[in-house]
C-alpha cells in the first residue's frame, strides 16, 4: 500500500481537485483506491457528490475520535465504496473538532499513520489524502501517514511559500522520528501559452529539480464543472484534456513513485477518426473485450488509453470496430498462431 498525501498551505492551488482526479485515475488504472477527505471544508466530498451522506454518516472525524472519547472505530462504517476501486471517506465541518481536540492527545500526529496500518486497510493499493490548507495536526497526519507527498502549485510565485513549509515539515518528519516520504510538486491550473506559464516552470525547474513532475494539469473549465456535479472527471468528461492531464500526472506518478518496481504504465495510441469503438487488447489483459481495455476517443480523432504492464515481453493488437490491427506505431511483430502478427513490446 502506498499514501500519497496531496497538501500545501496555499488554497485554491488545487489540492482538492488533485486528489480527486488521481485517486479516479489510479482506480481506472486497475488500483484499489481509497480517497480520504481530511479537510473540515469538505470540498473532496461535494466533489465526489456525497455532501448529503457525509452529514448522516460517519466521516474522517471518526478515525481520530476514538482518541479523545471512548468510542470505538468500526472501519468499514467509514468507507463508501459504490464506485468501481474508487473508496471514499468523506468529511464534514465536525473535523475541526478533532483539530482543536488533538492539541491535548499525546503522539496526536501519527493517529493517522496508526489507524491506515490496521489490517483492514491491506486491501487498497494507494490511500490518497486530501488535506486542509493550513498547517495544523490534520495536515501532519495527513504528511506523517504519507509514503510521498504531492504538492500542487498553481502559477503563483506564493506558491513557493507552500514549497518552504512543506520541506519544513518534512524535515521534521524525517529528524523527529524518521518517517522519509518524498515530496514531488505539480504544475496545476497550467496555460502553456502564456509566458508567464514559461518562465515559471523554468524557475520551478531550477528549484525542484526532478522533483517537479513533467506532466502539468492544464487549466479547464470542465473540472470547475466535474467539482460542481460531484463527479470526478472520468466521469463526468473523460474526453477533455483535464482527463488526458490527469492520466498522465497519475502514470507519471505511478512510475516515479515505482522506480525500482518491475511496471511501466504505458499510453497506446491510434488515429481512427472514423472508428466507433476501439479496444487495445493483449496478454497483458488476456485479450478479454471489456469496458476497461476500451480506448478513450479524442477531439482529434485520436484514441488513447492508459495501461500498467509488467516487465516482460508481451503481444497486443487493436479492435477497431470489431477488426483486429497491429499499431502503426509499433515497427515490432511477430507470427501468431493464426497466421497473422501480433504487435510486441517488451521493457
Ligand atoms: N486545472 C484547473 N483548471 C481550472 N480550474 C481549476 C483547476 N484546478 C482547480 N481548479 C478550480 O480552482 C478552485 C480551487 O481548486 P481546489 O482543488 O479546490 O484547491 P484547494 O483544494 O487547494 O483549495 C476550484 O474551484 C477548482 O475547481
Ligand atoms: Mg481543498
Known amino acids: 500500500m502506498k499514501i500519497i498525501s496531496v497538501a500545501n498551505q496555499k488554497g485554491g492551488c488545487g489540492k482538492t ?12 488504472l486497475g488500483s484499489e483506491t481509497l480517497l480520504i477527505d481530511l479537510d473540515p ?17 460517519k466521516t474522517s472525524y471518526d478515525i481520530f475520535r476514538g482518541y479523545f472519547d471512548n468510542e470505538k472505530t468500526v472501519y468499514p462504517e467509514l468507507v463508501m465504496n459504490d464506485r468501481t476501486r474508487l473508496s471514499f471517506i468523506p468529511a464534514n465541518m465536525m473535523l475541526s473538532a478533532a483539530e482543536i481536540n488533538l492539541g491535548s492527545v499525546t503522539g496526536a ?3 493517522l499513520y496508526k489507524v491506515l496500518s490496521d489490517q483492514y486497510f491491506r486491501r487498497f ?4 489524502i486530501d488535506s486542509p490548507p493550513s498547517f495544523g ?24 511559500n507552500g514549497i518552504n513549509g512543506v520541506y519544513r515539515v518534512t524535515g521534521l518528519l524525517k529528524s523527529e522520528i524518521g518517517r522519509n516520504p518524498q515530496v514531488y510538486f505539480a504544475m496545476n491550473i497550467f496555460d502553456q501559452r502564456s509566458n508567464f506559464a514559461k518562465q515559471f516552470e523554468g524557475d520551478a525547474r531550477k528549484k525542484l529539480g526532478p522533483y517537479l513532475l513533467s506532466n502539468k494539469v492544464r487549466s479547464s473549465v470542465r473540472l470547475r464543472e466535474a467539482a460542481k456535479a460531484g ?43 472514423q472508428a466507433g469503438s476501439v479496444y487495445v487488447l493483449g496478454d497483458f489483459n488476456n485479450w478479454q473485450k471489456s469496458e476497461s481495455n476500451m ?28 477488426e483486429w490491427h497491429n499499431d502503426p506505431h509499433n515497427p515490432a511483430v511477430e507470427a501468431n498462431v493464426f497466421g497473422g502478427a501480433d504487435s510486441i513490446i517488451e521493457f
Do not use: C
Open 17 to 28: 481537485t488533485l486528489a480527486v482526479n488521481v485517486a479516479a485515475a489510479l482506480a481506472r
Open 41 to 57: 471544508q469538505g470540498h473532496a466530498t461535494f466533489a465526489m457528490g456525497y455532501a448529503k451522506e457525509a452529514s448522516e454518516k
Open 109 to 111: 500526529a501519527s493517529i
Open 125 to 128: 493499493d494507494y490511500v490518497i
Open 137 to 160: 495536526f490534520l495536515t501532519l497526519n495527513s504528511m506523517y501517514a504519507a509514503d510521498m507527498i504531492v504538492v500542487p502549485m498553481d502559477l503563483s510565485y506564493f506558491s513557493f
Open 231 to 273: 463527479k470526478t472527471i472520468f466521469e463526468y468528461d473523460p474526453k477533455s484534456t483535464a482527463a488526458l492531464d490527469f492520466y498522465n500526472l497519475t502514470s507519471e506518478l505511478i512510475t516515479v513513485d515505482m522506480k525500482n518496481a518491475d511496471v511501466i504504465v504505458r499510453e497506446f495510441a491510434l488515429h481512427a477518426p
Open 295 to 322: 480506448l478513450t476517443k479524442l477531439e482529434t480523432g485520436q484514441w488513447s488509453g492508459h495501461f500498467t504492464l509488467g516487465k516482460g515481453r508481451h503481444r497486443y493488437k487493436f479492435l477497431v470496430d470489431d
